[in-house]
């Protein structure tokens, strides 16, 4: 479901989505009017999953809400 989230914003707005920092979470705000804050919260889960070794239910659903809700 990540890939496939960061996989459509690349594709449709052109942003680079090698590195889920600052500048890459302003520039999709900007391009999209998802607030940054929903946006910085979804990037900071993707990166502590792609840092862990699993993730739980829980948690996954969650993500699933929440990318749910920005699509």
């Known amino acids: 479901m990540s890939a496939y989230f960061l996989s459509m914003y690349a594709n449709r707005y052109k942003i680079p989505t090698a590195e889920l920092d600052e500048k890459f979470t302003k520039t999709l705000q900007a391009k999209t009017g998802i ?15 792609i840092q862990g070794p699993a993730i739980s239910d829980a948690q996954l659903i969650s993500f699933h809400n929440q990318l749910g809700s920005l699509l």
Do not use: H, R, V
């Open 35 to 49: 607030s940054e804050n929903e946006l910085s919260a979804m990037f900071i889960l993707l990166k502590n999953w």
